[in-house]
């Protein structure tokens, strides 16, 4: 079988969504997610599935042990208490209800060494895992560009990462430049000692960050590579993700 990625998905109590789509009524909640990171990770070769955001989160866990990938995906920002922060007004909305849920999914991977990708909130939700710090807002706390670029389409290249040698990264693109897209306005600040960062943006701004060591594949980027579609180069990223599920699917079926 190919592998099971689980894929976080997105909670809101707004019921706004269901009802400007016809599909649901007034007082809903609801989980969701963008039909990219399915696209994404069914193109590379594996099986999606979208895990939804649970009151008992624990009792998910039988399931869990059934995948072979995770992805912690992009939505709200993060909770500033989770990496010891005060929020500020520079804060987006926060969803604590997400927050447990993804951190509880961020802790099981890591532990079992389950490769994980992040992306966009999923290397904010990483990095603060690790001991990382966050900027409530980049624009404003750091010296950096404007990076929400919601003026530009969603697959296309509005600046330059700069990839470490030697990281996973670099061997996924061969390269230490590539060009992504930008849909964020929190980033990492500083990183913990049990994550190096891997890539930075023109700017300065922290744009990749992988574990420190132990885990073969854990790896988030701020960029979103799920919506660049169009690009070959881009969907490198959950090729090289699938194959470390596969691997670990193989060691997972062997016997001891």
């Known amino acids: ?71 912690l995906t992009g939505g709200h920002d993060v909770d500033p208490r989770r990496y010891g922060s005060r929020i500020s007004g520079k804060c987006g909305r926060i969803v604590p209800n997400r927050d447990t849920m993804d951190f509880m999914l961020a802790r099981y991977a890591y532990e079992r060494k389950l490769p994980l990708l992040g992306v966009c909130r999923g290397i904010q939700v990483l990095g603060a895992f690790l001991g990382s710090s966050l900027y409530q807002d980049v624009e404003s706390e750091g010296p950096f560009c404007h990076h929400f670029m919601d003026n530009s389409p969603r697959e296309y290249p509005v600046h330059k990462n700069i990839l470490e040698p030697g990281s996973l990264l670099y061997q996924i693109f061969g390269k230490t430049e590539i060009e992504v897209n930008s849909f964020h306005h929190q980033a990492l600040k500083a990183v913990g000692p049990d994550a190096k960062v891997t890539a930075y943006s023109e700017d300065g701004l922290i744009e990749a960050i992988e574990a420190a060591g132990g885990n073969p594949f854990t790896l988030a980027v701020q960029w979103h590579p799920e919506m660049m579609f169009t690009s070959a180069e881009q969907q490198k990223i959950f090729q090289a993700f699938i194959r470390a599920s596969e691997e670990f699917q193989q060691k997972k079926s062997s016997p001891v």
Not at 2 to 16: A, E, F, H, R, V
Not at 35 to 55: N, S
Request: glycine share 12%; hydrophobic share 40%.
């Open 1 to 71: 079988m190919k592998p099971l990625i689980g894929l976080t998905c997105n909670y809101d109590i707004d019921d706004s969504i269901g009802l400007n789509s016809l599909t649901g009524t007034a007082g809903q909640d609801w989980d969701f997610l963008a039909g990219d990171y399915v696209y994404a990770v069914e193109k590379a070769g594996g099986i999606p599935v979208i895990l939804p955001r649970l009151e008992n989160e624990k009792i998910l866990l039988p399931f869990l042990e059934q995948l072979d990938g995770m992805i």
